[in-house]
């Protein structure tokens, strides 16, 4: 499927319908260059998921979990790994998890030790504010 989002409230309208197809098992992979939005994309839908505290970026950290009412969510982000072997050092394998929801920024840097996903979202910059998102459902 796919989606023209022309504006940041769009992105959030999306984000809005996408959450409520979330549930525990998820395995999420958010691809696109940088700025393209993934990470914008992970606050709006945590916000959608009734999460309301602050949601900052895991580039640094590689993980940041979140506690909800329905599950927990994982969002990662993993630009700075050199290799998909370091997903290790973060217990990778107790994160995905069938109690779990898992959002990845960059998942093609995990590739071999990621499973495939259960969606993938793939964020497309056309302009500044403008973005086309193809969403691919497993
Ligand atoms: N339609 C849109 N969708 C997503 N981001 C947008 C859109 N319009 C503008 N932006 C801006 O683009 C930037 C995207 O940054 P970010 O979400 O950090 O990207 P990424 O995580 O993919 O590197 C943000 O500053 C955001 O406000
Ligand atoms: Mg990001």
Redesign the pocket.
């Known amino acids: 499927m796919k989606v023209d ?4 409230k ?2 959030d309208k999306f984000a809005q319908s996408f959450s409520q197809s979330v549930k525990a098992g998820d395995i999420i992979f ?1 691809e ?10 992970t606050q709006l839908l945590l916000k959608h998921l009734g999460y309301e505290g602050r949601v900052k ?1 895991p580039t640094y950290a590689i993980y940041e979990s979140y506690k909800l009412g329905q599950f927990e969510l994982f969002h990662l ?1 993993l630009y700075r790994l050199s290799s998909p072997e370091e997903l290790y050092y973060i217990a990778i394998e107790e994160i995905i998890d069938k109690q779990n929801v898992v959002v990845i ?1 960059w998942p093609q840097k995990g590739k071999g030790v990621l499973p495939l996903p259960t969606k993938a979202l793939s ?1 497309n910059m056309k302009n ?4 086309e998102l193809i969403l691919d459902v497993r």
Do not use: V
């Open positions: 989002i022309s504006s940041l769009q992105l958010l696109g260059d940088l700025g393209s939005g993934k990470t914008t994309f970026s982000d920024e964020f500044s504010n403008s973005r």
